[in-house]
């Protein structure tokens, strides 16, 4: 009897997949992998009471609960995303960053407009800010408080070795 080696990854495939289900099941039991305490910024979705008036809204709120209470949320979002950028070579959050060099990403909404040249102020902004500015300045200084102002780097200019080749500075 001749061994095929592609029904022996299925069956390795297959097994590994139903070790997972199996083991994602118990651990919500037993706790061998123990729960993650959340460092999400919201409060957590409390566990639903069935009641038979209300049955149709049932469904939605366990999965609202036990979204939040996935004992191994955090190793398989951690593991999604290993699978997305180094395996596929995709950012989790596509259209949304670039990838540069040694796997950095870059936010492209705020940052890549600044950084290109595209976004910079009108004449009348800058008008605008230099007489707010200099209205603060006449008020700290009537109090004795000094005013620095900080302008804030973004990560394109500071790691610009980072950045991927295809991205240039723009105008400054």
Known sequence: MKINT?????????????????????????FFVGNQISNENRKLAEKPTLNFKNINSFPAKYESYYNDHFSLKKYYVSFMSFLSIKIYKKAALKWK????????????KKDLPLFLG????????????????????????????????????????????KLPFFLKQGRS
């Open 6 to 30: 592609s029904n022996i990854l299925q069956i390795i495939i297959s097994g590994l997949f139903i070790f997972i289900i199996l083991f994602t099941f118990l651990n919500q039991s037993f």
């Open 118 to 161: 595209e976004k910079t102020f009108t004449q009348n902004q800058l008008n605008k800010l230099k007489v707010e500015f200099t209205k603060r300045l006449e008020y700290f200084k009537k109090r004795d408080i000094k005013m620095y102002i900080l302008i804030c780097p973004s990560k394109y200019s500071v790691y610009p070795e």
């Open 97 to 108: 960053v670039i990838r540069g060099q040694d796997d950095w990403l870059f936010e492209m």
